[in-house]
């Protein structure tokens, strides 16, 4: 069974420090692994998605890496700022099965709470 | 540019009432999802449709049923609520292609409490 675990939990930091997430997940056979953003009250976005066969993606100020043998994925966030506060998810994707598709039933980590202040 | 919307947003219920929270996309997409996050933790899945009249259990679905008459929407029904069921349910979406069509869009969710 698959587990995602993501560390730290929580993470306060000043505003302009540039900063990263960690993801793992025990079992390396996945389709992709995507990193969401939750702010309170609201429902997830997503901000990347890394297919297997990938090693990173960016956006913008965001670059999220997959080590896929190592079971691990690190999201950076470069010159953080008070906006970046909120909760960030990663979640895997099994591989594609026979039949040519996973349903795309996510596995989730419990998320990190990142705290920007000023 | 609604995407995927939820009714209602919050609801009390009683131990044993029964409800159905609503999800709608118009995105066309095919598949479809419901989840539940209990505080600090991460989402669970209850069940999900790869398209109209086809529907599976996830992780999680006992105590839950599902439908999917249309494209459109895919409801979640609620019988003889357990204080166990509250938490905050996130209905979903994805076209489910490949690359960039595998994204799955949220809704706000429904933040349920059994009482």
């Known amino acids: 069974k698959q587990e995602v675990t993501q560390i730290p939990a929580a993470l306060s930091v000043p505003e302009g420090e540039n900063l990263v997430l960690n993801c793992s997940f025990t079992?390396?056979?996945?389709?992709?692994l995507q990193w969401f953003r939750q702010d309170p009250g609201k429902g997830l976005t997503s901000l990347l998605l890394?297919?297997?066969?990938?090693r990173e993606q960016t956006s913008g100020r965001l670059n999220a890496s997959l080590d896929k043998s190592s079971g691990r994925s690190t999201l950076y966030i470069a010159a953080s700022q008070p906006g970046d506060s909120a909760t960030y998810l990663c979640?895997?994707?099994?591989?594609?099965?026979?039949?040519?598709?996973?349903?795309?039933?996510?596995?989730f980590g419990q998320g990190t709470i990142l705290t920007v202040h000023p | 540019n609604a995407g995927v919307t939820q009714t209602p947003k919050f609801r009390i219920l009683k131990i044993g009432q029964s409800m159905t929270l609503q999800c709608t996309q118009d995105?066309?997409?095919?598949?479809m999802y419901w989840y539940r996050q209990d505080p600090g933790m991460g989402l669970k899945l209850i069940y999900y449709?790869?398209?109209?009249?086809?529907?599976d259990k996830g992780e999680v679905p006992n105590g839950y049923n599902v439908s999917r008459s249309t494209t459109e929407d895919f409801p979640l029904r609620l019988e003889l609520a357990a204080p166990s069921q509250t938490s905050v349910y996130f209905c979903?979406?994805?076209?489910?292609?490949?690359?960039?069509?595998?994204?799955?869009?949220f809704g706000a969710g429904t933040r349920l409490s059994v009482l």
């Open positions: 979903a979406s994805s076209y489910d292609g490949l690359g960039a069509k595998n994204i799955q869009y």
């Open positions: 079992d390396s056979a996945i389709y992709n």
């Open positions: 995105m066309n997409h095919n598949y």
């Open positions: 449709s790869v398209g109209a009249g086809i529907t």
């Open positions: 890394i297919q297997s066969s990938q």
């Open positions: 979640a895997v994707r099994p591989q594609v099965n026979a039949g040519g598709t996973s349903y795309g039933k996510l596995t």
